[in-house]
Each structure stands twice: as C-alpha cells, then as structure tokens.
T-cell receptor, first 114, second 114 residues
Framework: GAGVSQSPSNKVTEKGKDVELRCDPISGHTALYWYRQSLGQGLEFLIYFQGNSAPDKSGLPSDRFSAERTGGSVSTLTIQRTQQEDSAVYLC????????????FGPGTRLTVT | KQEVTQIPAALSVPEGENLVLNCSFTDSAIYNLQWFRQDPGKGLTSLLLIQSSQREQTSGRLNASLDKSSGRSTLYIAASQPGDSATYLCAVSGGSGNTGKLIFGQGTTLQVKP
C-alpha cells in the first residue's frame, strides 16, 4: 500500500516569507508526527496529532511554527516569517495509533531559507 | 529528560563482517525502541521495533536486543554487505509524560567496503 507522502520534496524560500509543508499519512493511521532534521540538532520532535485529542505541541521551536490536521488525515505544517535557522529537512511520520506503535516516515521536505 | 546516545558515531568494516551498533537511553520508562536506516538524502526506513516487554526482534540478517533496566539496545548485523552502508538511528518512545514521540540518537554511519 501507499506509504507516507510529503510535498513539496524541496522548497527554497526567501527569509521572511511563509511556507506550508504537506503530509499525507498512511490510510487508517490515526497518529501523525512532525520532526525536523538539521545538521546541528539531529532529529527532533515538533508536534503530534492523535485522533480528536488536543495535539502535543511541545516540540515547536517558536510561535512562528504551527500545524493542523484536517479530517484526521492530511496535515500541514506552516512556518511564518521564515529564518535561515529554519533550514532543515522536515519529516512526517504516521502510526496506527500513538505510543506503542511503529512509526513510518515519509521522504521529507528539504527547506532552504535564503 | 530522555536522552539517547549511539556509539560509535561512525564505523567502517570490510564486507562479510558481523557488527554491533550500540544505543543507550537514560529513562527506562519507555513504550518501545525502534531502529531505523537512513540513506543519504532520503527519509527513514524502519528496521525493527521492540516493545518494552520484549527482549529482542529479528529480521533477516538483523537482530536487535533490548535491556530496558540498563537502558541499552544493540543492533547486530550479520555478514555485512556494501548495501548495508547507511546511517543507523535508534529512537525510543516513552518516558515520563511522553505521548509517543520518538527521541532519537545522533546515529551511527556505517560503511561496508567491498
């Protein structure tokens, strides 16, 4: 079956612009995670959605970052007023449910802020 | 705060060798531990998932063990091949108040020489 998909695969934007990154999880997976991978910080958690529960936003680095998940499926990560330190690969993962279940990752979106 | 450490950071071996990658974590209250493989410029591929109640999991030439009480896991790769060259990441889910987000180690970059 189809895996996790993300779009775009690459995004180059100017400092100060807003960007939207999209994630399509595996069908039937109720849990969705966003992570960020950068050279200096490794892989770090950003936000977690599970069904209709309030999202866990504890990993978002600043209030310029937000995410939503519509209809329990597709998720969009929005970064407002991008900064150069936002340059990274943004990875999305989904799992059948949260906690104890295996997470499956998408190919990522490489964001470059110039 | 959960911290995950992987040793060594890099490893180079000749083809055919058996090898062990190490992962340690500071908080033993985990739900599970996952080993991933990441090829350059690609997303993460899940290799093995070990639930907190399990001691080991096997898939083909890969065997992962978990000693939760001591906060350690090992990934054993038998009869290594050049195609095994990649970065291997260990991640744990759980710990006090955790919603299921993964905490990653910095990875071990493996090179298998023909």
């Amino acid at each position: 079956g189809a895996g996790v998909s993300q779009s775009p695969s690459n995004k180059v934007t100017e400092k100060g612009k807003d960007v939207e990154l999209r994630c399509d999880p595996i069908s039937g997976h109720t849990a969705l995670y966003w992570y960020r991978q950068s050279l200096g910080q490794g892989l770090e958690f950003l936000i977690y959605f599970q069904g209709n529960s309030a999202p866990d936003k504890s990993g978002l680095p600043s209030d310029r970052f937000s995410a939503e998940r519509t209809g329990g499926s597709v998720s969009t990560l929005t970064i407002q007023r991008t900064q150069q330190e936002d340059s990274a690969v943004y990875l999305c993962a989904s799992s059948l449910e949260g906690r104890s279940y295996e997470q499956y990752f998408g190919p990522g979106t490489r964001l470059t802020v110039t | 705060k959960q911290e995950v450490t992987q040793i060594p950071a890099a490893l180079s071996v000749p083809e055919g060798e058996n090898l062990v990658l190490n992962c340690s974590f500071t908080d033993s209250a985990i739900y599970n531990l996952q080993w991933f493989r990441q090829d350059p410029g690609k997303g993460l591929t899940s290799l093995l998932l070990i639930q907190s109640s399990q001691r080991e999991q096997t898939s083909g030439r890969l065997n992962a063990s978990l000693d939760k009480s001591s906060g350690r896991s090992t990934l054993y790769i038998a009869a290594s091949q050049p195609g095994d060259s990649a970065t291997y990441l260990c991640a744990v889910s759980g710990g006090s108040g955790n919603t299921g987000k993964l905490i990653f180690g910095q990875g071990t970059t493996l090179q298998v020489k023909p």
